[in-house]
């Protein structure tokens, strides 16, 4: 069973998770005290992503919707319409005219649920989640504020991944998403509003 | 008087040259046996007994070399509900076997840089590696909506992406790399190979065996060690499951059980027939020369066998030496007649008792030389194995016996009782009563027989617990494993042509996918495709992502160039040169001979996750028409081996049937069938009584019915030949012989090993009944033209 081994080899390493461990005293408290978590989230965002061979940064912005423990929901409505769609199990995309752009998930991959379960984390800020995969290094900011920075545990993942850092008070305010090849992705969101629950409307677009 | 002394001096010279002639010849035989035990040349390949020219050359080799990488793996894998306890379950595990200190050692993971040097192997090519619904979808989708996708790629939060964005402007490269990660469903999680199914979060353990394969000592290291890591495993996390698979564990319970039944069955048998010539004859001593001339049976057997075939295979050697088995009973004979008629000198004796034992030599080797006679290579070396084993246990025992038996045994009440109950024996008479008792007899077998089924199926000689094959089944299934034991071989004139013709053979077992009989493939030409089908996949990609480039820049106001790729075909020979290929070299087979002249090179295409036996024929079916192509299905193939075996041997029994009763009746005229008769009314009863017990028949019947005729046809020479006042001592060797094969080879019957306990019982009906039918046969008077 070499081809066992092998496979393990050319699995995608960027999808495997990392060690649990119960994130530290004072880490906790603070986000305790400062972060407010509602089952529901609303708001805008605008993201920067700075890539390699582009000459510019691309600049989107849209609307979002946060389920905790239903999914996040990303529509971009600048500079162009798209939507994309992340379970715990699924993540599709959905083009302007509504069709389903499902390019990056025709494959049944396992690896799949955990770079969903990734995205989905740090979009939610799901600590107990995020704690599992990386080290956490939590600042105060000013009275109210704090600044996380997360560096993966797994060797596998950090070929990939360098960094994640979201910041914020009540709310996540900003993610910055430091990738191994260069690559940046910066997230600001903005008009935030907590619910209790999903409208009906809301949670067919998990669907 | 003095002519009668000459003559007897001459026949003591005669018999003394053919004594140290053949100790001259064991000497020989001696020095070869020590030679080859030094390095023994037994093949253990059931396929080599099929006949050459039914097993394509590529057969085998695929057949070994995927066999190859099983034969030492032990996978265990551990569940829990949460990952942690998985973690501290497989981390008390490891612990725990390292402390047992078992044959194990680990495998080591291969390390994040080997994928990142794959990765950078096939990065040149990337634009001709795609997966067939990647090439479908980019063939027919239309261009607005590729560029749709890429931008909503872009838009994502993180991207993750393996390459430039111009080199793969659609994410089409992590999709080909989770495709071929796609063959095992374990992905590499802290270190550990880890998957999630169930509800459960599993983590795979690898293990190598480092001790022999089959530890003859009856112990079982690897599952004592793999039972106190699994309790260690439980221990730190109560709950968890945990399974072990692996060859190397069927191989240690097989080992072990077999010597747990030799103890048992061989001791108790070997026990009971010591304890018969014992009570038969006094003294141990002539036992002790049976056992010899076995011994020296055997030797001579196994010498004449590698001799003639270059090398031993263990079934030959297993079947054959209880083929041999009957050969036992010319010292028997010989003893019980030397106990009757303590005054004969030795050697008068021998000479006297030699026509029937050569006789009974005569028909079993008739018998067995019969197998021979079809272009199977494992039925003629079984039948010269036999029949040389026989020559030489019948050799030990004329030549050297009357030299050392160390006197007449000494007659004991025991052996006084056996021998006066033969007169007490019924016999059957002309009668009109006789013969319908055999018209009702072979009526009811004949009734019988017919409800006897048939089974060859090779599962069913499965005799590992079902606990463990559970474990292994449940093994495959979480890990994805592909099945060792079906699979397509493709042939062609050159590499490329191999991969193209699996390429045709993909295009059918996709839709066998879709239908869902079937969860995947391994094939060579997903690594490396066909020259056809790189040059094509690189055009549609080219013309796709230039179009799919222009229309994004067009959006974000970018002037972006594709990036270059090889403009070289990856191929075959520089993949295999390279360490990317590990994961999937094992499927090359490389060059191999094609018939007439030239070499061909040959493939392996394996099955993953087949939904279940039913759908295995609609699976073969892909392979119809494709030239090439070739379905090998290996649990068949040795059931269906195993069935023209039995069938092949069910024919030559009845031929050695007939030539046996052609023998006896040159020797005996019309009372010829007296001898046979026994065994015949034998093999029909036992045949009905298996079909009564419903036992399917099998090849291992059938073997064990030509062991019968073997020693049933002895029995029935040894009373014919014996009349008047021998008569006794004839029966006592029927009566302690047959207790004796009873013994030895009936008590198989309580083996678990469903081949041995399928020999066993037959032999345990068969010998029953040729041991009290023998003397219903026996004539009114005393035989037969009398001896020299």
Known sequence: MTFLRAFALVALASFAVASPAAPDADFARLIHDRLKVSPVLKGEFEQTKTLKGFRNPLVSKGEFLVARGQGVWWHTQQPFESTLVVTKTRLFTRNADGSAGNLMDAQAEPGLQQVNELVFSLLSADLDVLADRFAIVAQPVGAAGWTLVLTPRDPNLAKFLVRATLAGERDVQTVRIDEARGDVTQIRFAHQVPSAALGADEAARFR | MSLAADQRSARRLRWQAAAWLWLAFCGVVAVHQWTFWRAPRLGTDVMALLPQDEQAPEVGRATHQLADQLTRQVVVMIGAPDWAGARRAADAWQHAIDAAQAPLKSSPLAGADALRDAMAFYAPYRDRLLTPAQRDQLAHAPPQSLVQDALAALARPGGFALADWNADPLGLWPQWWAARAGDTRARPRDGQLALSDGGLEWIALLRETTGPAFALTGESPVADALAKAGAAALAAAPGVKVLAGGVPLHAEYAAARAHHEIDTIGWGSVAGVLLLAFLAFRSL??????????????????????????????????????????????????????????????????????????????????????????????????????????????????????????????????????AASFARWPRFGATRAAWIAHGVFVLACGVAIAFLHVNDDLRQLQSSPTALVD????????????????????????????????????????????????????ALSDWVPSRARQASDAALTKRVEDGVIAGVDRVVGEAQQRAAFDAQPLTLARWLASPASTAARSLWIGAVPRRGDGTAFASVVMLRGVRDLAALPGIARSADGLPGVRWVDQVQSVSALLGRYRHMMGLLLAAGHAAVLLALAWRYGRRAWRAWAPTAVATLGTLALLALFGQPLQLFNVLALALLLGIGIDYGIFLLERGGADAGSAWLAVVLGAAGTWLSFGLLALSSTPALRSFGLTLLFGILIVWFTAPLYRPRTATVPKAS
């Open chain 2, 285 to 418: 001593w002539p036992r002790l020369l049976m056992a010899l001339s076995l011994l020296v049976g055997m030797a001579t057997a196994l010498s004449a066998t590698a001799w003639v075939f270059g090398e031993v295979n263990l079934l030959t050697m297993v079947f054959g030496a209880s083929l041999v088995g009957c050969a036992e009973d010319y010292g028997l004979y010989y003893f019980a007649n030397r106990q009757g008629t303590p005054d004969a000198p030795p050697l008068a004796l021998m000479a006297r008792l030699l026509p029937g034992l050569a006789l009974a030599l005569l028909t079993s080797v008739l018998g067995y030389v019969a197998l021979g006679l079809p272009p199977f290579p494992g039925l003629r070396q079984m039948a010269l194995f036999s029949v040389v084993g026989i020559a030489g246990t019948f050799a030990t025992t004329v030549c050297w016996f009357p030299w050392i038996d160390r006197g007449a045994p000494l007659r004991g009440r025991f052996s006084d009782r056996i």
């Open chain 2, 471 to 522: 474990a292994q089944r449940e093994i495959g299934r979480l890990l994805g494993l592909p099945s060792p034991a079906q699979f397509f071989i493709v042939r062609g004139a050159s590499a490329d042509d191999v991969l193209r013709r699996e390429e045709d053979l993909k295009s059918r077992l996709d839709a066998r996918v879709a239908a869902g009989e079937l969860a995947g493939y391994r």
